[in-house]
Structures are given as structure tokens and as C-alpha cells.
């Protein structure tokens, strides 16, 4: 399979998140469970980043950044599934089995955001030596997992359920390793900020102001860990409107590394996915309007002339008629609206265009042409060179 259509099937990964979102709010939503509405906000978050990731990989397929945001999402909104059917009242069948599984992959599979950040923009590692300090934490994880689907006794999401799989006599073994996956993780945490950081001073100016963003959700992910600790020292977090403030801020969280880099595809065109999104805001438009007016015309015409199969063929002819003229104004308008810089380039270019008819002298019109130039192609330097006639 070749990257370009590995990258059509990336779409697959926000449709599965949305119907593993569909199954996790069909199991955790109770009739005596006050925490619905926490429930469901904090699953619709896993979305956002298997959305964001299948919009990367369509467009970027060789860029492991999408395929790793997808599969966050994918894998997240799996786990919390499971903890939710583990948790579910009267046991039901296969729930030893959910536990068990969401209780060797949750906390470890916190690696894939780790390595995200590492990744992130340009898809590639800083050095050897930063792929080295990715793989002995991918070990360390893997070790991690292994300690907790293996330890006997209580599983750590629902103690209420033996790990069925558990090894008996090893728990003097494996409860040290086991109890070790807070140091994996800060040590993880530490690893990305510090490649974060590295990778920043070493970028140019555009990767520096993508950066800047990512920077901007860690920062505010260290905020949000920061009052939820506040939080869960000075109030019962469990109790009243504490428990929505708190879960809200758990989601904005979770949330912000997946916006920041929708915010830097938008802003900074990362990636140039700023054309597919332009071509989709104005077909989608545009669909949208000649369906409208397909539909209107059918109607206006089949009650006034009581012809449906006249009505159907000018309301035909119509639509064929504006598609042209309704596909230039919506592209000028979106252009206009949702990226200036090209509307301002195409204005700059159709006033230069005016003017060179009435112009004449040769030194106004050269340096009419350079800053024209420079405002539409930005270059690092304009140069002009005129042939002379022999």
C-alpha cells in the first residue's frame, strides 16, 4: 500500500473514535450515576485528536505525528471504554477482562503522547541520542505494562476485581515495578519538555512560531495539573459543582495539544494543509448552495407550473449555469475571510494589473513591479534585470 493511500484511510481513525465514544457513552451513562455529564465530556475530548491526526496523515502520510495523534485518540477512548464497562453495575459478563486490560494499558500507553512531542512538527527525532532516550522509555513502559498485567491481587482501576491473569508468588517482584510508573512517567515528561525546548532554540522562524503553540498547551497543561491539585486539597471534588469545575479543566487539558496544533496547521500553515482546508470550506459551500438552490428552484417551479419533469430539467440547467460564478464568489469570500494573506495577494496583483496599463515610465514601473513582489511573493531579496534592446 502506497503512502498517499494509506493517507485516504486515515479518516477511518475519527469514525472509529466516534463510535468507540457511541459504545462508552451507552455503558457509562446510568440511571443512578450522577457523573454522566463528567463522563461524556471527558470522553469527547479523546476525538479531537484523532481528528486532528487523520487531518495530518491525510495530507502528510510519511509524518509518523498524524498516524501518533490518531492513534491517542483511538487508544484513550479504548481505555476509558473499558475502565467504564469494568465499572458498570452487577458485573457484567467479560468485565475481569475489561479491567484487566485497561489496567496494564492506560497509564502506560501515556508514552504515545510523549513521543508525539518528541516528534512534533517535523516527524523526525533531534538526534540518535533523543531516539535512544525514546526507546529505553518505550522499554520502561513496556516493562511497566507487563509488571501490571501480571501482578496478582486487586486491579489498580477496580480493585474490587482480581487480575485474572495474575501470577501468584511473583507480587514481591512485580508491586515494585509496578509502583515504579510514576517515575516513568515524570521521567517521560521531563524527556519531552526537554526535546521540546532543545528543539525550539534549533528551529527557524517558522517552526519557532509552531512551536510557540505546542509550548502554549504545556504550559497549560502544567496550569490545569496545577489548580486540579489545588482543587483536590481544598474542596471534595467528588461532591457538587467541584466536580464538573474539575472535570472541565481535566478536559481543557487533555484537549490542548491536539488544538494547539489545529491552531498552528491554521496559523502557520504546518504542513500546508490550508489548502485542503480551503478547497473543503469552499466545495462544502458550495454544494451546500447549489443544493439549495436546486431544491427551491424544483419546488417554485413544479408549484407554478404543475410540471415536475420541466421543473426538475430548468432547475438542471440552473444549477449547471451558477456553479462557475457561485464557485469564484465563495472562494473570494472564504479567501477573504478565513485566509487574508492570499485574498490580500490576488488584491495587490489585480491593482498592479490596473495600473500597468496606464503606465509608462520605465523606473516607476520596475519599482511598482518590486513591491508588488514583495507584498505578494515575500522573497528574501527582489532583483530586476531589464534587457536592452540592441
Do not use: H, M
Given at each position: 500500500m502506497t503512502w498517499q493511500r494509506a493517507g485516504r484511510f486515515a479518516w477511518i481513525a475519527p469514525l472509529l473514535a466516534v463510535a468507540i465514544m457511541v459504545g462508552y457513552f451507552a455503558i457509562s451513562v446510568y440511571p443512578d450515576d450522577e457523573d454522566d455529564g463528567v463522563e461524556v465530556l471527558f470522553g469527547l475530548t479523546f476525538v479531537t485528536y484523532a481528528a486532528v491526526g487523520a487531518l495530518i496523515a491525510s495530507r502528510r502520510p510519511r509524518n509518523p505525528v498524524g498516524w501518533l495523534f490518531c492513534a491517542v485518540g483511538i487508544f484513550f477512548a479504548a481505555s476509558e471504554t473499558l475502565y467504564a464497562y469494568a465499572r458498570a453495575p452487577a458485573e457484567p459478563a467479560g468485565a475481569a477482562v475489561a479491567a484487566w486490560l485497561t489496567a496494564w494499558t492506560a497509564e502506560p500507553g501515556a508514552v504515545l503522547v510523549v513521543l508525539l512531542v518528541l516528534l512534533f512538527p517535523t516527524g523526525h527525532f533531534l538526534s540518535a541520542r533523543w531516539r535512544r532516550a525514546a526507546i529505553?522509555?518505550?522499554?520502561?513502559?513496556?516493562?511497566?505494562?507487563?509488571?501490571?498485567?501480571?501482578?496478582?491481587?486487586?486491579?489498580?482501576?477496580?480493585?474490587?476485581?482480581?487480575?485474572?491473569?495474575?501470577?501468584?508468588?511473583?507480587?514481591?517482584?512485580?508491586?515494585?515495578?509496578?509502583?515504579?510508573?510514576?517515575?516513568?512517567?515524570?521521567?517521560?515528561?521531563?524527556?519531552?519538555?526537554?526535546?521540546?525546548?532543545?528543539?525550539?532554540?534549533?528551529?527557524?522562524?517558522?517552526?519557532?512560531?509552531?512551536?510557540?503553540?505546542?509550548?502554549?498547551?504545556?504550559?497549560?497543561?502544567?496550569?490545569?495539573?496545577?489548580?486540579?491539585?489545588?482543587?483536590?486539597?481544598?474542596?471534595?471534588?467528588?461532591?457538587?459543582?467541584?466536580?464538573?469545575?474539575?472535570?472541565?479543566?481535566?478536559?481543557?487539558?487533555?484537549?490542548?495539544?491536539?488544538?494547539?496544533?489545529?491552531?498552528?496547521?491554521?496559523?502557520?500553515?504546518?504542513?500546508?494543509?490550508?489548502?485542503?482546508?480551503?478547497?473543503?470550506?469552499?466545495?462544502?459551500?458550495?454544494?451546500?448552495?447549489?443544493?439549495?438552490?436546486?431544491?427551491?428552484?424544483?419546488?417554485?417551479?413544479?408549484?407554478?407550473?404543475?410540471?415536475?419533469?420541466?421543473?426538475?430539467?430548468?432547475?438542471?440547467?440552473?444549477?449547471?449555469?451558477?456553479?462557475?460564478?457561485?464557485?469564484a464568489r465563495i472562494q473570494a469570500e472564504v479567501d477573504r475571510r478565513f485566509f487574508r494573506h492570499r485574498y490580500d495577494a490576488a488584491q495587490t496583483l489585480a491593482d498592479f494589473g490596473a495600473r500597468v496599463r496606464n503606465q509608462v515610465e520605465l523606473d516607476a514601473l520596475s519599482g511598482d513591479l518590486r513591491r508588488v513582489v514583495s507584498e505578494t511573493v515575500q522573497p528574501a531579496h527582489v532583483s530586476l534585470w531589464l534587457r536592452r534592446r540592441d
Open positions: 529505553v522509555l518505550i522499554a520502561a513502559s513496556v516493562v511497566w505494562a507487563l509488571a501490571l498485567a501480571l501482578d496478582p491481587g486487586p486491579l489498580r482501576p477496580v480493585e474490587s476485581i482480581a487480575n485474572p491473569v495474575g501470577v501468584g508468588g511473583a507480587g514481591a517482584i512485580l508491586d515494585p515495578i509496578a509502583g515504579f510508573g510514576p517515575v516513568i512517567v515524570l521521567g517521560g515528561i521531563c524527556v519531552a519538555i526537554a526535546g521540546a525546548i532543545v528543539r525550539f532554540r534549533r528551529a527557524r522562524a517558522r517552526e519557532r512560531q509552531q512551536l510557540k503553540w505546542l509550548a502554549l498547551a504545556a504550559g497549560f497543561l502544567v496550569a490545569v495539573v496545577l489548580a486540579s491539585t489545588a482543587l483536590l486539597l481544598l474542596v471534595d471534588v467528588d461532591q457538587g459543582a467541584w466536580d464538573f469545575v474539575s472535570a472541565l479543566l481535566v478536559c481543557a487539558g487533555i484537549a490542548a495539544l491536539p488544538v494547539a496544533a489545529a491552531i498552528a496547521i491554521l496559523r502557520e500553515r504546518l504542513y500546508d494543509i490550508d489548502v485542503v482546508i480551503n478547497r473543503a470550506l469552499v466545495y462544502g459551500a458550495l454544494t451546500a448552495t447549489l443544493a439549495g438552490v436546486y431544491l427551491g428552484s424544483v419546488l417554485v417551479i413544479g408549484s407554478a407550473v404543475g410540471e415536475s419533469g420541466l421543473a426538475v430539467a430548468a432547475s438542471t440547467l440552473a444549477v449547471a449555469a451558477l456553479f462557475g460564478p457561485a464557485r
